[in-house]
């Protein structure tokens, strides 16, 4: 028979080298919310987010936003998101201390530099055949259309982006890209949500992404949940 070791005789130092024993092996995984949002926008969109972020106080998750990495174009952006959440998979594979990305969301206008319908199919069929983490927040025709629900609730088609940034000045007058000022906006949020939703439930031509709508309420609301478990 094997020997066994003895007993030091002492049951509460046994107890403790096991307990730290069994410590010094576990390894230390980081445990944390972790979302990252690309922006097609290079500074109108992410400084939305990032102050955002700042208003929340979201500082025990992270949240990492990018505008300037990537090309404008929606496929563009998804393939960027997509490379970027599996560097981050590799990095956490190697670091205990790295947490993966829990969600990727990127955020895309329908009216881009170049107007491709082609395109934004193809960036919506990519993200769809990644649905457990990846989720796109489309505004047609652009971003500052969900800056304007926070002002009112329309469902006026426009035809472009100009057009809604007109009717954006009626409240903003001062609003261009590469606006800073949004802690005004902040305090509208529920409402802004609120229109983002109405608007959707009540178009009835059955598109996916209908003129005038925006999805970017569901990231918001994502981001405020983060801040209930902060």
């Not at 109108?44 to 990492?64: A, M, Q």
């Not at 594979?93 to 199919?121: G, H, M, R, Y």
């Amino acid at each position: 028979m094997p020997k066994r070791s003895k007993p030091s005789g002492n049951k509460k130092r046994d107890r403790a080298r096991g307990i730290s024993s069994f410590n010094r092996k576990a390894e230390t995984r980081t445990q944390r919310n972790c979302i990252l949002i690309v922006c097609e926008g290079e500074s109108t969109e992410p400084t939305y987010f990032e102050k955002l972020r700042i208003h929340l106080k979201l500082d025990s998750v992270d949240v990492i936003i990018r505008g300037e990495e990537c090309k404008s174009d929606p496929v563009s952006v998804v393939e960027y998101a997509l490379e970027q959440k599996k560097q981050r998979d590799r990095e956490a594979k190697i670091s205990p201390t790295q947490a993966p990305f829990n969600e990727v969301w990127c955020v895309i206008d329908t009216e881009t530099p170049v107007d491709n319908q082609v395109a934004l199919e193809r960036a919506t069929a990519k993200a769809r055949a990644q649905k457990k983490f990846m989720h796109l927040a489309v505004s047609n025709p652009c971003f500052e259309y969900w800056l304007l629900l926070h002002f009112r609730h329309t469902s006026q088609p426009f035809r472009n982006a100009s057009q809604v940034i007109h009717k954006l000045k009626e409240h903003l007058p001062n609003y261009e890209k590469r606006y800073q000022d949004f802690e005004e906006l902040f305090g509208l949020i529920e409402q802004a949500m609120g229109h983002a939703q109405a608007v959707r439930a009540n178009h009835v031509d059955g598109g996916r992404y209908p003129n005038p709508s925006t999805y970017v309420d569901q990231l918001v609301d994502v981001l405020v949940k983060m801040k209930n478990f902060n």
